[in-house]
Structure formats: C-alpha cells, structure tokens
C-alpha cells in the first residue's frame, strides 16, 4: 500500500517554474515506478512524465522535453517535477502516481495508487 500526497502547485506567470513534490508513505515506495500525470478542465487525464523505481530511466510526453525534469529521492520516499517555461496551456491539476511496471507512455489504467493532485495555473 502507498499513499501518495503531492504539494508545490499554485500561480505562475507564462515562463516562470515550479517544483512540484509527491510525498509517499509505505516502506515499498522504492520499489515502484513513478509518474506524474495531469488534467485540465473538461480534458482527459494525461501522462506527463515517468522514472523507473532507480531512477535511470525516464519519459516525458512530447510537449514537455526540455521544459519538465522527473526526478525522485527513494531515501526521502519522493517524487519531484520541476517544471520551467511554464506555458498557460500547462494549466491543470497534477496527479503523482506509482505503477509496478514502467512504460514509454503510462496510461491512467496502468497505475496502481494515486495522489490527490495540486493545481498548477499558468497565467498569459
């Protein structure tokens, strides 16, 4: 069992950065792959950005290489997004998720355990 609370969001101006952070509780929480995951209003969840359980391994969705970096700390059981050149289409609610398996391009139904989200809004 993890559970997962995620923090950092808020307003930023076009441009600006954010680190959001996902806390996990459990024990187990080195063991699972990680992604980050967001939703804008009236739009489906989105993979974002994923790391396998070490931390070698990455992905990110298109729209966000060379803007967002997934990083995690397994000795602080947390997940980090740092998110720079923020755009305003950016503007949604972020979800940290864990998963026994990692894949190029995570789908909702992949994932295991989920956080609650953080709103990030993005003003032009």
């Known amino acids: 069992q993890v559970q997962l609370v995620e923090s950092g969001g808020g307003l930023v101006q076009a441009g600006g950065s954010l680190r959001l952070s996902c806390a996990a509780s459990?024990?187990?929480?080195?063991?699972?792959?990680m992604a980050w995951f967001r939703q804008a209003p009236g739009k489906e969840r989105e993979f974002v950005a994923a790391?396998?359980?070490?931390?070698?391994?990455?992905y990110y969705v298109d729209s966000v290489k060379g803007r967002f970096t997934i990083s995690r700390d397994n000795a602080k059981n947390t997940l980090y997004l740092q998110m720079n050149s923020l755009k305003p289409e950016d503007t949604a609610v972020y979800y940290c998720?864990?998963?026994?398996?990692?894949?190029?391009?995570?789908?909702?139904?992949?994932?295991?355990?989920w956080g609650k989200g953080t709103l990030v809004t993005v003003s032009s």
């Open positions: 998720s864990a998963a026994m398996t990692l894949d190029s391009h995570m789908r909702p139904a992949d994932m295991a355990y």
């Open positions: 790391i396998s359980w070490t931390g070698a391994g990455t």
């Open positions: 459990g024990r187990t929480f080195s063991t699972y792959a």
